[in-house]
């Protein structure tokens, strides 16, 4: 990481002891105030936008969440840590090799026992992704590999933009895919019933606003219409059930605690963007 005039984060005091394989570490979390954040806009993907500000630089707030154990390299969000199902200990511990080689085919050089940097942010979902499989279904572990999905395409965008050369921009369409598929299996799994979504605290998709389950039916319809293009008419039949989820945002098109303005008018924007599409593809 560059060297700025003030640090942005810091250690908890705590020590963590990993569910999995039992070694101890603490946990990074970053320092927000002091002028280290300056909030943007929102972008259409619910994400914030920082400004780099002249006492901390640039600043991502994302590369912070997942918490990594350094020795073994099992990953989950603080709540989810510890909560590993005793039926996969033994599998969490014995895939310990193969998370290591997953991770380092994009990163090779990879350390969870130094300051977080866009590296190990962006390995951190990519970790996360695969362990909760280890997490059972009343911890709703497919929206958690979905929203992983999610903030890691959007980590690999921004090393894209620092570092061109390096093919990350294949890697963030990568994940933007995965993505799909596993807010699409969210959906259907709180329809079901199949993994508890009401269980979720934070929907997310970003770290300063939680724009609820609906924020969820948005953000899977817009994926859906910006990266999920396919190469027969089989892209009709998904962007008309696009078009189903996101108009379950608006319904009545009034805003309320559960559905804010801002989401209201973003989901009507999308819906009329997927008409317009699938009326073009329809006369192609």
Not at 66 to 95: G, R, T, W
Not at 224 to 249: C, H, M, P, T, W
Request: glycine share 6%; charged share 30%.
């Amino acid at each position: 990481m560059e060297e700025t005039s003030v640090k942005t984060s810091y250690y908890l005091k705590t020590s963590i002891n990993c569910p999995v394989c039992g070694t101890e570490f603490k946990k990074e979390e970053m320092l927000s105030g002091g002028g280290r954040l300056i909030a943007k806009d929102i972008t259409d993907e619910l994400r914030r936008v920082y400004e780099p500000s002249k006492k901390a630089g640039e600043i991502y707030p994302l590369i912070y969440p997942v918490m990594v154990c350094p020795e073994c390299l099992y990953a989950a969000y603080n709540d989810d840590f510890q909560v590993v199902s005793k039926d996969f200990l033994s599998i969490a511990l014995s895939q310990k090799v193969k998370r290591e080689h997953d991770v380092k085919l994009v990163f090779p050089i990879i350390d969870f026992r130094k300051h977080r940097n866009l590296f190990t942010g962006t390995a951190s979902y990519i970790l996360a992704i695969g362990c909760y499989s280890f997490i059972g279904e009343e911890r709703a572990p497919t929206f958690k590999k979905a929203i992983s999905s999610l903030r890691a395409a959007w980590l690999f965008g921004d090393l894209h933009i620092k570092y061109p050369d390096q093919n990350y921009d294949r890697l963030k369409t990568v994940m933007y895919k995965k993505a799909i598929g596993y807010y699409e299996r969210s959906i259907k799994y709180a329809q079901t019933g199949e993994e508890r979504i009401d269980s979720v605290k934070y929907f997310g998709p970003d770290l300063d606003k939680n724009y609820g389950f609906q924020g969820v039916l948005y953000t899977s319809s817009l994926l859906l219409f910006k990266y999920g293009e396919e190469e027969d008419e089989e892209e009709i039949v998904k962007l008309q059930n696009a078009k189903r989820v996101v108009s379950r945002v608006f319904g009545s098109g009034k805003s309320s605690k559960s559905k804010p303005s801002y989401i209201l008018e973003l989901s009507k924007d999308l819906y009329e963007k997927i008409n317009t599409k699938i009326a073009e593809l329809s006369k192609g």
